[in-house]
């Protein structure tokens, strides 16, 4: 077994793309060369083609994964396994994805992880409005010590409380069950943290002009507050969509069977089917993915702000 | 309002009550009580010893390497071409992608029969990479910078956007080389951003379990037993709920130091962009 050989077998197949990948650096390299040393106007012209062929050739390397995934979904199994690899789908089959959906399960897995993440999206809004506003506006005692165990909540991640957790949710009856899956989710440090973030940018003087006005906290939130922190609140909504969506390590140990499963579990046992569905594999990964591609095209900036205050990814 | 709060509070509570409840090696278990004396012999077992050394190795992989791609990219994306909009979703596109997306999509690729990779690769119908014990880190390693350059591109971004415009113009008046500019001005800039993204990358790289899960069991030869994989399979394949509650223990303590960097520098960053 040439198990320690890797470099050195690397196969013809490999060998051309590294052949085409250094022919197009070469290029880029000649071009900008002539982009230094050339008339003005071929020189500009030179730049900026280097620099769109740059770009399109590490476009092509993050997409390939996705692509390649796209393209297998669409052949049939003996016709991934066909060398040299197909990298077109000439006849796509588009049964595959009802098949997915279907004797899959990924309909079913879906709706689960649909069932859950607005859940936990909608209970982490209102509780993080909630306690956000509560640390903003409000004057109550022991303020700042229940502020700094919010925060300390921040410092034990899911990975070391698991197992405990689970004994929690076992000995309440919940294992196997939406409930398992979305109560523990339902609040956070860090929701409440940004959304008091948010809060203190509201003016102070607008709350007193409210005060005059006989407008009782709860209305001078849901009327006031909460529009202006609007961006803040999308932030942290997309956020927490994109958690809850992609968690895996709670939902794969709450869960035992296909009734409650999510989509990113389900995508493990659909990884370990028979070569002969290699192609629905691929479907489910798609559809795996579809959803939270159409949020992030819709969306990109409000994620984007979402993920740079946050930064954590499920 | 006061309600609402004691409302959101108390599952906070309960959480925080849990997870001192694992604190004592016997979390609700009939076992006897041996106190602090298994931390020790956990602690220097060769099965902690490597988990940590194999986490330490694949956070060593995946951060620089993520980081930079990350910053390649953003650098890239942060000139002023018709259509650069396109290129910079196609650069955040793997935000979009979960660790199980990530991880079945090189998981099928990497198929020993029938795997693209694996026929790129030359591999073809032998031992998979991922189960061969010299490759398999770096393989998983892989993976997981994929997934996450997205999120490094965008935090990139993001910081490289608030380099103001101007002074990278009076650079380029001075006739400063691009190098030059990228090390004396951009970079000295990007510092916080760079730092921020450093320990949340380190952070998550800690956590990581999904790829593992589905890509190597933390096979083989325990060669990419990371720490939370670790965990998991002493509660769920050991049957050892105190062992997994020191390695827990000993989890949490390295995450504490990078979350109170992490938290400062949230502060910082929060209070600024509003």
Redesign the interface.
Same mark, same amino acid.
């Given at each position: 077994?040439?198990?320690?050989s890797?470099p050195a077998?690397?196969?013809?197949?490999?060998t051309k793309?590294v052949v085409v990948a250094s022919a197009i650096v070469v290029l880029a390299a000649l071009l900008q060369f002539v982009g230094r040393h050339g008339t003005p106007l071929g020189r500009r012209r030179a730049t900026?083609f280097s620099?769109?062929l740059?770009?399109l050739v #590490?476009?092509v390397i993050?997409?390939f994964? /996705?692509y390649?995934?796209i393209v297998?979904s669409l052949l049939a @199994?003996d016709q991934?396994?066909q060398?040299p690899?197909l990298l077109f789908p000439t006849h796509p089959r588009w049964s595959t994805y009802a098949t997915a959906w279907t004797t899959g399960h990924l309909g079913r897995y879906l709706m689960n992880s649909f069932i859950v993440t607005t859940l936990i999206v909608v209970g982490t809004l209102v509780?993080s409005i909630?306690?956000g506003?509560?640390f903003a506006f #409000?004057e109550?005692p022991f303020k700042r010590t /229940?502020f700094v165990?919010?925060?300390?909540?921040?410092?034990? @991640?899911l990975?070391?409380?698991?197992?405990?957790?689970l004994?929690?949710v076992v000995s309440l009856g919940w294992y196997n069950s939406y409930v398992a899956l979305v109560?523990?989710f339902?609040?956070t440090?860090f929701g409440?943290?940004?959304m008091r973030?948010?809060f203190?940018?509201v003016p102070g003087e607008l709350r007193d002009a409210a005060e005059i006005d006989g407008l009782g906290? #709860?209305r001078f939130?849901t009327r006031i507050a909460v529009p202006l922190a609007r961006p803040?609140i999308a932030a942290l909504g997309l956020f927490a969509f994109?958690a809850a969506?992609?968690q895996?390590?709670w939902p794969?140990?709450v869960t035992k069977n296909d009734q409650y499963r999510t989509?990113?579990?389900g995508?493990?046992y659909?990884?370990r089917s028979q070569?002969n569905n290699?192609n629905v594999?691929?479907a489910?990964?798609v559809l795996?993915?579809i959803p939270?591609?159409v949020?992030?095209?819709i969306f990109?900036k409000q994620?984007?702000?979402g993920?740079?205050?946050g930064?954590?990814?499920? | 309002?006061?309600i609402?709060?004691v409302?959101?509070?108390y599952?906070?509570?309960r959480?925080?009550y849990?997870?001192m409840?694992?604190t004592p090696p016997f979390?609700?278990l009939p076992s006897q009580f041996v106190g602090l004396s298994q931390y020790g012999q956990v602690l220097v077992s060769h099965n902690f010893l490597n988990s940590l050394w194999v986490t330490a190795l694949f956070v060593v992989y995946t951060v620089p390497a993520g980081l930079v791609l990350g910053l390649l990219?953003a650098l890239?994306?942060h000139?002023k071409?018709r259509g650069?909009r396109a290129?910079r979703?196609?650069?955040?596109?793997?935000?979009?992608?979960?660790?199980?997306?990530?991880s079945?999509?090189?998981?099928?690729?990497l198929?020993p029969?029938?795997g693209?990779f694996t026929?790129?690769?030359?591999?073809?119908d032998?031992?998979s990479?991922l189960d061969?014990?010299?490759?398999a880190l770096v393989a998983v390693s892989v993976v997981t910078i994929?997934q996450?350059?997205g999120?490094a591109f965008?935090?990139m971004?993001?910081g490289l956007q608030a380099v103001p415009d101007e002074l990278l113009e009076a650079c380029e008046i001075d006739g400063a080389k691009r190098w030059a500019r990228l090390r004396h001005v951009i970079l000295p800039l990007l510092s916080p951003t760079i730092f921020?993204?450093v320990v949340?990358g380190t952070?998550?790289s800690l956590?990581s379990?999904?790829q593992i899960?589905?890509l190597t069991q933390g096979g083989p030869l325990q060669r990419t037993n990371l720490l939370?994989y670790n965990?998991?399979d002493q509660?769920?394949n050991q049957n050892n709920?105190g062992r997994?509650?020191v390695m827990?223990?000993a989890?949490?303590w390295i995450?504490?130091v990078l979350?109170?960097i992490q938290?400062r520098l949230?502060e910082r960053?929060?209070?600024y962009?509003?």
């Amino acid at each position: 077994m040439r198990t320690d050989s890797l470099p050195a077998a690397l196969a013809p197949g490999f060998t051309k793309v590294v052949v085409v990948a250094s022919a197009i650096v070469v290029l880029a390299a000649l071009l900008q060369f002539v982009g230094r040393h050339g008339t003005p106007l071929g020189r500009r012209r030179a730049t900026k083609f280097s620099r769109y062929l740059l770009l399109l050739v #590490l476009s092509v390397i993050v997409l390939f994964p /996705i692509y390649i995934t796209i393209v297998n979904s669409l052949l049939a @199994p003996d016709q991934i396994a066909q060398r040299p690899p197909l990298l077109f789908p000439t006849h796509p089959r588009w049964s595959t994805y009802a098949t997915a959906w279907t004797t899959g399960h990924l309909g079913r897995y879906l709706m689960n992880s649909f069932i859950v993440t607005t859940l936990i999206v909608v209970g982490t809004l209102v509780t993080s409005i909630a306690a956000g506003y509560a640390f903003a506006f #409000l004057e109550f005692p022991f303020k700042r010590t /229940i502020f700094v165990v919010f925060l300390s909540t921040m410092m034990v @991640p899911l990975e070391v409380t698991f197992f405990t957790n689970l004994q929690t949710v076992v000995s309440l009856g919940w294992y196997n069950s939406y409930v398992a899956l979305v109560v523990p989710f339902l609040a956070t440090g860090f929701g409440a943290f940004l959304m008091r973030q948010a809060f203190l940018g509201v003016p102070g003087e607008l709350r007193d002009a409210a005060e005059i006005d006989g407008l009782g906290h #709860l209305r001078f939130m849901t009327r006031i507050a909460v529009p202006l922190a609007r961006p803040a609140i999308a932030a942290l909504g997309l956020f927490a969509f994109f958690a809850a969506f992609n968690q895996y390590l709670w939902p794969l140990i709450v869960t035992k069977n296909d009734q409650y499963r999510t989509v990113q579990i389900g995508l493990k046992y659909l990884s370990r089917s028979q070569l002969n569905n290699i192609n629905v594999t691929f479907a489910g990964i798609v559809l795996a993915f579809i959803p939270l591609f159409v949020l992030l095209l819709i969306f990109q900036k409000q994620l984007i702000r979402g993920l740079t205050a946050g930064a954590v990814k499920g | 309002m006061l309600i609402f709060a004691v409302f959101v509070f108390y599952p906070f509570a309960r959480n925080i009550y849990l997870s001192m409840y694992s604190t004592p090696p016997f979390p609700n278990l009939p076992s006897q009580f041996v106190g602090l004396s298994q931390y020790g012999q956990v602690l220097v077992s060769h099965n902690f010893l490597n988990s940590l050394w194999v986490t330490a190795l694949f956070v060593v992989y995946t951060v620089p390497a993520g980081l930079v791609l990350g910053l390649l990219l953003a650098l890239l994306a942060h000139q002023k071409l018709r259509g650069i909009r396109a290129f910079r979703t196609v650069f955040a596109s793997p935000v979009a992608t979960s660790v199980a997306v990530a991880s079945v999509i090189f998981f099928t690729l990497l198929n020993p029969q029938v795997g693209l990779f694996t026929y790129w690769l030359g591999q073809q119908d032998q031992l998979s990479v991922l189960d061969n014990p010299t490759w398999a880190l770096v393989a998983v390693s892989v993976v997981t910078i994929w997934q996450n350059v997205g999120l490094a591109f965008i935090l990139m971004s993001a910081g490289l956007q608030a380099v103001p415009d101007e002074l990278l113009e009076a650079c380029e008046i001075d006739g400063a080389k691009r190098w030059a500019r990228l090390r004396h001005v951009i970079l000295p800039l990007l510092s916080p951003t760079i730092f921020f993204a450093v320990v949340v990358g380190t952070i998550l790289s800690l956590q990581s379990f999904g790829q593992i899960d589905l890509l190597t069991q933390g096979g083989p030869l325990q060669r990419t037993n990371l720490l939370v994989y670790n965990i998991y399979d002493q509660v769920f394949n050991q049957n050892n709920a105190g062992r997994a509650a020191v390695m827990a223990i000993a989890l949490f303590w390295i995450t504490l130091v990078l979350a109170l960097i992490q938290i400062r520098l949230l502060e910082r960053r929060v209070t600024y962009a509003n």
